[in-house]
Protein backbone atom coordinates (compact mmCIF):
# COMPACT_ATOMS: atom_id res chain seq x y z
CA UNK A 1 0.00 0.00 0.00
CA UNK A 2 0.90 3.18 -0.67
CA UNK A 3 2.89 5.58 1.93
CA UNK A 4 0.43 9.13 2.03
CA UNK A 5 3.71 10.59 0.72
CA UNK A 6 3.29 8.89 -2.57
CA UNK A 7 1.03 11.15 -4.05
CA UNK A 8 2.95 14.79 -3.55
CA UNK A 9 1.69 15.88 -0.61
CA UNK A 10 0.01 19.65 -0.94
CA UNK A 11 2.04 22.69 -0.62
CA UNK A 12 0.11 25.83 1.39
CA UNK A 13 0.52 28.69 -0.67
CA UNK A 14 2.37 32.09 0.76
CA UNK A 15 0.31 33.95 2.83
CA UNK A 16 -0.95 37.49 0.38
CA UNK A 17 0.35 40.45 2.40
CA UNK A 18 -2.50 41.76 2.66
CA UNK A 19 -4.14 38.33 4.26
CA UNK A 20 -6.33 38.39 7.11
CA UNK A 21 -7.99 35.60 9.60
CA UNK A 22 -10.96 34.79 7.69
CA UNK A 23 -8.59 33.57 5.04
CA UNK A 24 -7.49 30.83 6.94
CA UNK A 25 -10.51 29.50 7.83
CA UNK A 26 -12.79 30.14 10.53
CA UNK A 27 -13.70 26.94 12.76
CA UNK A 28 -15.98 25.51 15.48
CA UNK A 29 -14.98 22.46 17.28
CA UNK A 30 -17.82 21.31 19.63
CA UNK A 31 -16.46 19.45 22.31
CA UNK A 32 -15.79 19.26 26.01
CA UNK A 33 -17.81 17.86 28.91
CA UNK A 34 -17.77 17.87 32.56
CA UNK A 35 -14.11 16.35 33.38
CA UNK A 36 -13.04 16.55 29.45
CA UNK A 37 -11.82 19.97 29.03
CA UNK A 38 -8.60 19.37 27.89
CA UNK A 39 -9.73 17.95 25.15
CA UNK A 40 -11.24 20.34 22.23
CA UNK A 41 -8.60 22.79 23.91
CA UNK A 42 -5.22 20.44 22.86
CA UNK A 43 -7.84 20.37 19.44
CA UNK A 44 -8.29 23.71 19.83
CA UNK A 45 -4.64 24.63 19.81
CA UNK A 46 -3.60 22.08 17.34
CA UNK A 47 -5.67 23.98 14.89
CA UNK A 48 -4.33 27.11 15.62
CA UNK A 49 -1.33 26.10 15.50
CA UNK A 50 -2.03 24.58 11.96
CA UNK A 51 -3.03 28.25 10.46
CA UNK A 52 -6.47 28.29 11.22
CA UNK A 53 -7.81 31.78 10.85
CA UNK A 54 -10.25 31.97 13.42
CA UNK A 55 -11.11 29.41 16.45
CA UNK A 56 -14.54 28.68 18.05
CA UNK A 57 -15.00 25.77 20.56
CA UNK A 58 -18.88 25.18 21.78
CA UNK A 59 -18.97 23.46 24.72
CA UNK A 60 -21.00 22.70 27.66
CA UNK A 61 -21.64 26.30 29.51
CA UNK A 62 -20.11 24.28 32.91
CA UNK A 63 -16.97 23.56 30.79
CA UNK A 64 -16.75 26.96 28.94
CA UNK A 65 -14.67 28.98 31.44
CA UNK A 66 -12.34 25.55 31.59
CA UNK A 67 -11.83 25.70 28.08
CA UNK A 68 -11.24 29.04 27.79
CA UNK A 69 -8.70 29.07 30.37
CA UNK A 70 -6.58 27.30 28.09
CA UNK A 71 -5.49 30.24 25.16
CA UNK A 72 -6.41 33.53 24.95
CA UNK A 73 -7.04 32.79 21.15
CA UNK A 74 -10.03 30.57 21.91
CA UNK A 75 -13.44 31.94 21.72
CA UNK A 76 -16.22 29.90 23.34
CA UNK A 77 -19.55 28.81 23.24
CA UNK A 78 -21.75 28.37 25.70
CA UNK A 79 -24.19 24.69 25.15
CA UNK A 80 -26.82 23.92 27.19
CA UNK A 81 -26.14 21.09 29.52
CA UNK A 82 -28.14 17.94 31.43
CA UNK A 83 -27.42 17.51 35.03
CA UNK A 84 -24.25 15.49 33.87
CA UNK A 85 -22.50 18.04 32.41
CA UNK A 86 -24.07 16.80 28.84
CA UNK A 87 -25.13 18.11 25.69
CA UNK A 88 -29.20 18.78 25.76
CA UNK A 89 -31.20 18.25 22.98
CA UNK A 90 -31.99 22.28 23.08
CA UNK A 91 -28.87 22.76 21.46
CA UNK A 92 -29.78 21.07 18.00
CA UNK A 93 -31.63 24.72 16.71
CA UNK A 94 -28.89 27.14 17.82
CA UNK A 95 -26.06 24.87 16.54
CA UNK A 96 -27.89 24.00 13.20
CA UNK A 97 -28.55 27.89 12.54
CA UNK A 98 -24.40 28.49 12.76
CA UNK A 99 -23.87 25.92 9.77
CA UNK A 100 -23.78 28.87 7.57
CA UNK A 101 -21.18 31.23 9.51
CA UNK A 102 -18.29 28.39 10.29
CA UNK A 103 -16.38 26.78 6.94
CA UNK A 104 -14.62 24.06 9.03
CA UNK A 105 -16.39 21.88 11.71
CA UNK A 106 -14.84 19.34 14.29
CA UNK A 107 -16.87 17.25 16.62
CA UNK A 108 -16.01 14.94 19.15
CA UNK A 109 -13.16 15.36 21.50
CA UNK A 110 -14.17 15.00 25.24
CA UNK A 111 -17.57 15.23 24.30
CA UNK A 112 -19.04 12.37 26.56
CA UNK A 113 -22.02 10.20 25.14
CA UNK A 114 -25.98 11.31 25.75
CA UNK A 115 -28.44 11.33 24.40
CA UNK A 116 -28.45 14.97 23.47
CA UNK A 117 -24.51 13.98 22.15
CA UNK A 118 -25.93 11.61 19.89
CA UNK A 119 -29.19 13.90 18.69
CA UNK A 120 -27.11 16.93 18.13
CA UNK A 121 -24.38 14.72 16.42
CA UNK A 122 -26.63 13.22 14.15
CA UNK A 123 -28.36 16.65 13.10
CA UNK A 124 -25.15 18.38 12.81
CA UNK A 125 -23.37 15.42 10.67
CA UNK A 126 -26.26 15.08 8.40
CA UNK A 127 -27.00 18.97 7.79
CA UNK A 128 -23.65 21.54 7.81
CA UNK A 129 -22.76 21.64 4.15
CA UNK A 130 -18.93 22.64 5.24
CA UNK A 131 -16.30 20.22 5.90
CA UNK A 132 -16.15 18.29 9.08
CA UNK A 133 -13.59 16.58 10.81
CA UNK A 134 -15.72 13.76 13.27
CA UNK A 135 -13.88 11.93 16.06
CA UNK A 136 -14.15 10.28 19.61
CA UNK A 137 -17.32 10.63 20.84
CA UNK A 138 -18.26 12.22 17.98
CA UNK A 139 -17.86 9.00 16.07
CA UNK A 140 -19.33 7.05 19.15
CA UNK A 141 -22.50 9.40 18.73
CA UNK A 142 -23.00 8.30 15.10
CA UNK A 143 -22.52 4.47 16.29
CA UNK A 144 -25.63 5.05 18.01
CA UNK A 145 -27.28 6.56 15.60
CA UNK A 146 -26.94 4.05 13.01
CA UNK A 147 -28.13 1.86 15.77
CA UNK A 148 -32.30 4.02 15.17
CA UNK A 149 -30.76 5.09 11.29
CA UNK A 150 -28.87 3.14 9.03
CA UNK A 151 -28.38 5.89 6.85
CA UNK A 152 -27.50 7.68 9.38
CA UNK A 153 -23.45 8.27 7.26
CA UNK A 154 -25.24 8.56 4.22
CA UNK A 155 -24.60 11.79 2.06
CA UNK A 156 -24.01 14.07 4.20
CA UNK A 157 -24.50 18.04 3.50
CA UNK A 158 -20.73 18.45 3.26
CA UNK A 159 -17.28 16.51 3.16
CA UNK A 160 -16.51 14.18 6.07
CA UNK A 161 -13.14 12.97 8.00
CA UNK A 162 -13.43 10.20 10.57
CA UNK A 163 -10.87 9.58 12.72
CA UNK A 164 -11.58 6.70 14.88
CA UNK A 165 -8.99 4.92 16.30
CA UNK A 166 -9.05 0.87 16.33
CA UNK A 167 -11.52 0.70 19.38
CA UNK A 168 -13.90 3.50 17.49
CA UNK A 169 -14.09 2.07 14.46
CA UNK A 170 -15.02 -1.50 16.35
CA UNK A 171 -17.98 0.35 17.58
CA UNK A 172 -19.20 1.63 13.98
CA UNK A 173 -18.41 -0.96 12.08
CA UNK A 174 -18.54 -4.70 14.13
CA UNK A 175 -14.84 -5.08 12.57
CA UNK A 176 -12.29 -6.08 15.60
CA UNK A 177 -9.42 -4.18 16.25
CA UNK A 178 -6.14 -5.99 14.69
CA UNK A 179 -6.33 -7.48 10.95
CA UNK A 180 -3.76 -7.07 8.05
CA UNK A 181 -3.21 -3.55 6.48
CA UNK A 182 -5.39 -4.95 3.26
CA UNK A 183 -8.04 -6.41 6.13
CA UNK A 184 -7.91 -3.04 7.58
CA UNK A 185 -7.92 -1.02 4.12
CA UNK A 186 -11.36 -3.38 3.00
CA UNK A 187 -13.18 -2.14 6.35
CA UNK A 188 -12.27 1.21 5.95
CA UNK A 189 -13.84 1.60 2.56
CA UNK A 190 -16.81 -0.62 3.49
CA UNK A 191 -17.60 2.46 6.05
CA UNK A 192 -16.47 5.50 3.45
CA UNK A 193 -18.63 3.62 1.17
CA UNK A 194 -21.53 4.08 3.51
CA UNK A 195 -22.07 7.12 1.78
CA UNK A 196 -23.05 6.62 -1.62
CA UNK A 197 -22.05 10.49 -2.02
CA UNK A 198 -18.12 9.31 -1.82
CA UNK A 199 -17.79 12.63 0.38
CA UNK A 200 -16.18 10.42 2.84
CA UNK A 201 -12.32 9.87 4.43
CA UNK A 202 -11.65 7.61 7.26
CA UNK A 203 -8.04 7.96 9.28
CA UNK A 204 -7.97 4.36 10.97
CA UNK A 205 -5.18 5.40 13.46
CA UNK A 206 -2.70 3.53 15.31
CA UNK A 207 0.56 2.25 14.38
CA UNK A 208 0.10 2.22 10.79
CA UNK A 209 -2.52 4.36 10.63
CA UNK A 210 -4.34 4.27 7.31
CA UNK A 211 -6.71 6.92 5.67
CA UNK A 212 -8.91 5.65 3.01
CA UNK A 213 -11.96 7.56 0.78
CA UNK A 214 -13.50 4.29 -0.43
CA UNK A 215 -10.97 4.32 -3.92
CA UNK A 216 -7.64 5.57 -3.07
CA UNK A 217 -5.73 3.95 0.11
CA UNK A 218 -2.69 5.08 1.86
CA UNK A 219 -0.36 4.29 4.92
CA UNK A 220 1.14 6.89 7.07
CA UNK A 221 4.97 6.53 7.98
CA UNK A 222 5.54 9.20 10.69
CA UNK A 223 4.61 9.14 14.34
CA UNK A 224 5.91 6.34 17.33
CA UNK A 225 4.67 4.82 19.98
CA UNK A 226 5.90 7.58 22.16
CA UNK A 227 2.15 8.70 20.74
CA UNK A 228 0.12 6.51 22.32
CA UNK A 229 -0.83 8.90 25.00
CA UNK A 230 -4.40 10.55 26.11
CA UNK A 231 -4.66 13.67 23.47
CA UNK A 232 -2.97 12.78 20.79
CA UNK A 233 -5.99 12.07 18.53
CA UNK A 234 -7.43 15.08 20.12
CA UNK A 235 -4.03 17.09 18.78
CA UNK A 236 -5.01 15.34 14.89
CA UNK A 237 -8.41 16.46 14.88
CA UNK A 238 -7.04 19.46 15.57
CA UNK A 239 -4.14 19.46 12.69
CA UNK A 240 -6.90 18.23 10.16
CA UNK A 241 -9.41 20.85 10.55
CA UNK A 242 -6.71 23.93 10.76
CA UNK A 243 -5.54 22.38 6.79
CA UNK A 244 -9.16 22.41 5.81
CA UNK A 245 -10.03 25.74 6.92
CA UNK A 246 -6.94 26.43 4.65
CA UNK A 247 -9.05 24.96 1.56
CA UNK A 248 -7.24 21.45 1.26
CA UNK A 249 -9.77 19.03 0.46
CA UNK A 250 -10.54 16.21 2.93
CA UNK A 251 -8.43 13.47 1.22
CA UNK A 252 -5.49 15.92 1.01
CA UNK A 253 -6.04 17.41 4.63
CA UNK A 254 -6.48 13.82 5.94
CA UNK A 255 -2.77 12.79 4.30
CA UNK A 256 -1.07 16.23 5.16
CA UNK A 257 -2.41 15.95 8.69
CA UNK A 258 -1.70 12.75 9.50
CA UNK A 259 2.04 13.26 7.87
CA UNK A 260 3.02 16.56 9.94
CA UNK A 261 1.01 14.77 13.04
CA UNK A 262 3.31 11.84 13.21
CA UNK A 263 6.32 14.11 12.34
CA UNK A 264 5.87 16.15 15.23
CA UNK A 265 5.67 12.85 17.43
CA UNK A 266 8.72 12.18 15.91
CA UNK A 267 10.54 15.61 16.73
CA UNK A 268 8.94 15.67 20.24
CA UNK A 269 10.64 12.12 20.53
CA UNK A 270 13.86 12.96 19.56
CA UNK A 271 14.05 15.82 21.76
CA UNK A 272 12.06 14.41 24.89
CA UNK A 273 12.47 10.69 24.51
CA UNK A 274 9.40 8.80 23.72
CA UNK A 275 8.45 7.75 27.19
CA UNK A 276 8.31 11.30 28.25
CA UNK A 277 5.97 12.51 25.04
CA UNK A 278 2.27 14.04 26.18
CA UNK A 279 -0.09 16.20 23.84
CA UNK A 280 1.20 19.03 24.75
CA UNK A 281 4.59 18.14 23.58
CA UNK A 282 2.80 17.44 20.29
CA UNK A 283 1.04 20.36 20.01
CA UNK A 284 4.61 22.52 20.46
CA UNK A 285 6.04 20.36 17.63
CA UNK A 286 3.83 20.96 14.93
CA UNK A 287 5.19 24.27 13.86
CA UNK A 288 8.67 22.82 13.74
CA UNK A 289 6.49 19.92 11.48
CA UNK A 290 5.54 22.48 9.01
CA UNK A 291 8.98 23.62 8.73
CA UNK A 292 10.44 20.86 8.53
CA UNK A 293 8.37 19.44 5.11
N1 LIG B 1 -7.61 15.30 28.48
C1 LIG B 1 -8.79 14.99 27.95
O1 LIG B 1 -9.81 15.68 28.08
C2 LIG B 1 -8.86 13.72 27.15
C3 LIG B 1 -10.10 13.33 26.68
N2 LIG B 1 -10.26 12.27 25.87
C4 LIG B 1 -11.60 11.96 25.39
O2 LIG B 1 -12.05 10.77 26.02
C5 LIG B 1 -13.16 10.27 25.29
C6 LIG B 1 -13.01 8.77 25.19
O3 LIG B 1 -11.94 8.50 24.26
P1 LIG B 1 -10.89 7.31 24.56
O4 LIG B 1 -10.23 6.97 23.30
O5 LIG B 1 -9.99 7.76 25.67
O6 LIG B 1 -11.76 6.12 25.16
P2 LIG B 1 -12.63 5.02 24.36
O7 LIG B 1 -13.47 5.62 23.29
O8 LIG B 1 -13.33 4.24 25.42
O9 LIG B 1 -11.56 4.09 23.62
C7 LIG B 1 -10.47 3.52 24.38
C8 LIG B 1 -10.51 2.02 24.13
O10 LIG B 1 -10.52 1.76 22.73
C9 LIG B 1 -9.66 0.64 22.46
N3 LIG B 1 -8.49 1.11 21.70
C10 LIG B 1 -8.05 2.38 21.57
N4 LIG B 1 -6.95 2.44 20.78
C11 LIG B 1 -6.72 1.16 20.41
C12 LIG B 1 -5.73 0.56 19.58
N5 LIG B 1 -4.76 1.29 19.01
N6 LIG B 1 -5.78 -0.75 19.41
C13 LIG B 1 -6.75 -1.49 20.00
N7 LIG B 1 -7.71 -0.98 20.79
C14 LIG B 1 -7.69 0.32 20.98
C15 LIG B 1 -9.19 0.13 23.81
O11 LIG B 1 -10.19 -0.78 24.29
P3 LIG B 1 -9.72 -2.04 25.18
O12 LIG B 1 -8.78 -2.84 24.31
O13 LIG B 1 -9.02 -1.40 26.37
O14 LIG B 1 -11.03 -2.71 25.49
C16 LIG B 1 -9.27 1.38 24.68
O15 LIG B 1 -9.45 1.10 26.06
C17 LIG B 1 -13.10 10.97 23.91
O16 LIG B 1 -14.10 11.96 23.79
C18 LIG B 1 -11.74 11.64 23.92
O17 LIG B 1 -11.71 12.82 23.13
C19 LIG B 1 -9.13 11.48 25.42
O18 LIG B 1 -8.76 11.98 24.18
C20 LIG B 1 -7.95 11.56 26.37
C21 LIG B 1 -7.64 12.94 26.83
N1 LIG C 1 2.14 3.16 18.49
C1 LIG C 1 1.83 4.24 17.78
N2 LIG C 1 2.56 4.59 16.70
C2 LIG C 1 2.23 5.70 15.99
N3 LIG C 1 1.19 6.53 16.28
C3 LIG C 1 0.46 6.20 17.35
C4 LIG C 1 0.72 5.07 18.15
N4 LIG C 1 -0.21 5.02 19.15
C5 LIG C 1 -1.03 6.08 18.97
N5 LIG C 1 -0.63 6.79 17.88
C6 LIG C 1 -1.29 7.97 17.34
O1 LIG C 1 -1.79 8.78 18.40
C7 LIG C 1 -3.16 9.12 18.17
C8 LIG C 1 -4.04 8.43 19.21
O2 LIG C 1 -5.38 8.80 18.94
P1 LIG C 1 -6.50 8.54 20.07
O3 LIG C 1 -6.41 7.13 20.57
O4 LIG C 1 -7.78 9.03 19.52
O5 LIG C 1 -6.00 9.49 21.24
P2 LIG C 1 -6.87 10.42 22.22
O6 LIG C 1 -8.31 10.16 21.95
O7 LIG C 1 -6.47 10.02 23.61
O8 LIG C 1 -6.49 11.83 21.89
C9 LIG C 1 -3.50 8.65 16.76
O9 LIG C 1 -3.25 9.68 15.83
C10 LIG C 1 -2.52 7.51 16.56
O10 LIG C 1 -2.21 7.32 15.19
MG1 LIG D 1 -9.35 9.93 20.36
Known amino acids: ????????????PPRER???KGDFGRLIIVGGSRGMAGAPAMAGLAALRSG???LSIATPVSTQPLVAGFSPCFMTIP?????????????VVDMLAAREHFDVWALGPGLGQSEGVTELVAQLYRDVPRPMVVDADALNAMSHALQRNPQALAKPA?????TPHPGEFARLTGVAPGGSLAERA????ELC???????????????????GDGNRYAVNGTGNPGMATGGSGDCLTGVIAGLLGQKLSAWDAARLGMHLHGLAGDLAAKELGEVSLIASDLVGYL???FQAR
Not at 2 to 12: A, F, M
Not at 158 to 162: E, I, T
Open 18 to 20: DAH
Open 186 to 189: QAVG
Open 1 to 12: MNDVTSEPLPIL
Open 158 to 162: GPRVL
Open 287 to 289: PAA
Open 193 to 211: RRDPSGQTVVILKGHQSLV
Open 52 to 54: AGL
Open 79 to 91: LVEDDYGLLDYAN
